[in-house]
Each structure stands twice: as structure tokens, then as C-alpha cells.
């Protein structure tokens, strides 16, 4: 996917609609630029706090599909008020 590009007065250029939806770059995401050999390597970056990086793990995200697609299919139990009601559902 090649595309020439004009650099405006500003140093800027615009990234082609195709390329931000192929590499899933949304506006305000983070691009890391690299010079390499003469070549400009951009390279979409997403930050994530480090406290929070256990939510984007893979293994997370897929628990995440799953349950929302159980509570989309209604396949939740009900609200408990106590301990005692959740292990009475339980056992039924």
C-alpha cells in the first residue's frame, strides 16, 4: 500500500484514510517515528497506563467478549442482597 504524500508548510502530512483503517489508528493515537537508513518508519503506538496494562492482555480482552456476549444473551444470575441467597441459586 504506497501512497506520495505533500508535506505542508508546517512539517505535516495527512495519513490516507485506508492506512489509519488498516492499522486502526483513530485521531489523537500516538505514531513513533524512526529514522532508519533514510527511510521515516512510522509506527502506531497506543499508551496505556502501566497500572492498567493487565486490562489490554489478550486473555483479558477475550474474557471481556465473552462475558458481554453472555450478559447480551441474558445469561447472568440474578442480584443477590446476601451471601447466603447467591450459594442458595447455587445449589439449585
Known amino acids: 500500500m504506497s501512497t506520495i504524500m505533500k508535506i505542508n508548510p508546517r512539517g505535516q502530512i495527512t495519513i490516507p484514510r485506508k492506512v489509519l483503517k488498516a ?9 513513533e517515528v ?7 518508519i512510522l509506527k502506531p503506538r497506543k499508551l496505556i497506563d502501566p497500572s492498567q496494562g493487565w486490562y489490554w492482555s489478550p486473555d483479558w480482552q477475550e474474557t471481556e467478549r ?7 444473551n441474558n445469561q447472568i444470575s440474578p442480584v443477590f ?9 447455587l445449589d439449585e
Open 23 to 31: 492499522l486502526n489508528i483513530e485521531p489523537g493515537d500516538y505514531i
Open 34 to 40: 524512526d529514522l532508519e537508513t533514510n527511510q521515516v
Open 66 to 72: 465473552v462475558v458481554n456476549e453472555q450478559i447480551n
Open 81 to 89: 442482597h446476601a451471601a447466603e441467597e447467591g450459594l442458595k441459586w
